[in-house]
């Protein structure tokens, strides 16, 4: 198992060698709120993510968990599964032969907004804000055509004829690995893409360069950067992320007492939103008594978001959203809905605004953090809670 190179681990930075371990590193933009600087975790600042429905990709998060590696011109895709021929491998410039499709994706972390947790109660891991989100489009073959192509024969799911294949493990060439179920991977609505492509340019160093699975409405620690295998499995990746991270436990459990083996990993996000505007304990102007406040919604599983209600007094009283919603079809909603909404205020000079998103299955945000607090702070996903003063 790699090491892990992360905030906690401060002893690392200052090891012998390790600058020659983080030689591929690309320049950053000076605007990403950098959380942990070797390896990079970076969140996107709130008006690049307000600004365009799209973020621009040098103001995309960034969540690397080992240095960025550097791939060579003759990279070759490693492919192992029932029907495979031994050896196969696939190259690049055959992958953009494949039909190329383009999809509007949000990748979020699984402990974005980990921060709130910690605040009422300490977690382990990086303390992301809002910010470990972003929006683009991703391009690349579908991996249902290069597993056709690579010789695996189209199970029967229907009949429950998996040929022992339930999980589609990915690798990437730094030694980061994780897993999705053969379900997800194989639905033709699923839309799982071997990107080569983010908008529309080759993907950025930091985001995958030259190849990465993209596995729409999963938390985006299954889309894994610099693939360089993909293997067909009847258990999960074995990887660290898969197996001893990124899963819930109860919120009496701490981290000695969590069993990983008795976990579901984590796949699909609950309902989620978020305010990028105001900040909070900004002083806000009040236009004609109407406060202006924007953010984002996201479901997991490809669902839609419903609504987004916006309060200005703690939860008492609400307010419909303006929904900007993707044009996606059903249940292939992976994009985000940027929303805005005017509320009323009265004569108090303090705020407390609050947001809460209902997706199209009628989930809604669980209302406080004690219910879903876990020591690992992922899947925050409460009622977000942001105060601000208004200019008299
Ligand atoms: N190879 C590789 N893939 C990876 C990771 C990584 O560290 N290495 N991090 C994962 C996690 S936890 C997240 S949140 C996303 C972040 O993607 P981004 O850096 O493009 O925003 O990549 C995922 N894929
Ligand atoms: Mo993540």
Not at 187 to 205: C, F, K, T
Not at 287 to 296: F, I, N
Request: aromatic share 8%; charged share 25%; proline share 7%.
């Amino acid at each position: 198992m790699p090491i892990e190179l992360d905030a906690t681990a401060k002893d690392h930075q200052h090891a012998t060698g390790l600058d020659k371990l983080f030689e591929n590193e690309p320049v950053r933009d000076a605007s990403l709120l950098v959380r942990s600087a070797r390896p990079c975790n970076a969140e996107a600042p709130a008006d690049a993510l307000l600004a365009t429905r799209i973020t621009p990709s040098h103001l995309f998060f960034v969540r690397n968990h080992l240095p960025v590696p550097k791939i060579e011109d003759d990279f070759e895709l490693q492919l192992e599964g029932p029907g495979i021929p031994d050896g196969f491998s696939i190259s690049l410039v055959k992958l953009k032969e494949f039909p190329k499709t383009t999809c509007e994706v949000t990748l979020q972390c699984a402990g974005n907004r980990r921060n709130e947790m910690h605040a009422k109660k300490a977690v382990k891991g990086l303390l992301w804000q809002g910010g470990a989100i972003s929006n683009t489009t991703f391009s690349g073959a579908r991996l249902t055509d290069v597993l056709e192509n690579a010789g695996y024969p189209a199970p029967n799911l229907a009949e429950n004829n998996y040929h022992d294949v339930m999980h589609v493990c990915f690798d990437g060439a730094e030694g980061y690995g994780a897993s999705i179920p053969v379900e997800k991977a194989l639905d033709p609505r699923g839309d799982v893409i071997l990107a080569y492509e983010m908008n529309g340019e080759p993907i950025p160093a930091d985001h995958g360069f030259p190849l990465r699975a993209v596995v729409p409405g999963h938390v985006a620690a299954r889309s894994v950067k610099w693939l360089n295998k993909i293997t067909l499995s009847d258990t999960e990746s074995e990887a660290h992320w898969q197996q001893h991270d990124y899963k819930g436990f109860s919120p009496s459990k701490t981290l000695e007492t969590s069993d990983y083996s008795q976990s579901e990993s984590i796949q699909e996000p609950p309902v989620q939103s978020a305010i990028l505007y105001p900040s909070p304990g900004a002083v806000v102007k009040a236009d004609g008594g109407l406060v202006t406040v924007k953010g984002y919604a996201l479901a997991g599983g490809g669902r839609g978001i419903n609504r987004v209600d916006v309060s200005v007094d703690g939860g008492r009283n609400w307010t419909d959203a303006t929904l900007s919603r993707p044009q996606q079809a059903r249940d292939r909603h992976w994009a985000w809905t940027q929303w805005e909404a005017k509320c009323a205020v009265g004569d108090s000079p303090e705020l407390e605004l609050v947001c809460k998103a209902v997706d199209t299955s009628y989930n809604p945000q669980p209302d406080g953090f004690e219910g879903i607090y876990n020591a690992r702070g992922v899947l925050v996903n409460a009622w977000q809670h942001i105060k601000v003063t208004v200019e008299k």
